[in-house]
């Protein structure tokens, strides 16, 4: 069975740090690619961030860049986002995701992804 479980979530103010973890079980991550995506109620699941285990090629939204950053712990089969500057318009439901590696995968987008965790909440006052 694979899972993936988010952790790290929180209430910070603008302008702080926040670092989320996503540990994967029933897989091992090196061979697939690994993002983060995050939903507001009410609107589309948006992706944020992605990683490729095998080059550590990443993509970032626009509006993240230079701000979020992903990594990989193969070791621990666990994906990371830190996130810092965080700004209100950051605040959602952050969700883990993996595609395995296959021709025409990609982890931008909700809809190429094969697994998904259940969510931790990010909240950021002003």
């Known amino acids: 069975e694979v899972q993936l479980a988010e952790s790290g979530g929180g209430l910070v103010q603008a302008g702080g740090s926040l670092r989320l973890s996503c540990v994967a079980s029933?897989?091992?991550?090196?061979?697939?690619?690994m993002g983060w995506f995050r939903q507001v109620p009410g609107k589309e699941r948006e992706g944020i961030a992605c990683?490729?285990?095998?080059?550590?090629?990443?993509w970032y939204r626009d509006s993240v860049k230079g701000r979020f950053t992903i990594s990989l712990d193969h070791d621990r089969d666990t994906a990371y986002l830190q996130m810092n500057s965080l700004k209100p318009e950051d605040a959602a439901i952050y969700y883990c995701?993996?595609?395995?590696?296959?021709?025409?995968?990609?982890?931008?987008?909700?809809?190429?992804?094969?697994?998904w965790g259940k969510g931790t909440l990010v909240t950021v006052s002003s």
């Open positions: 995701a993996a595609v395995y590696k296959r021709p025409g995968a990609q982890c931008r987008t909700s809809d190429g992804m094969d697994y």
């Open positions: 029933g897989l091992t991550i090196v061979d697939y690619a």
């Open positions: 990683i490729s285990s095998s080059d550590g090629t990443t």
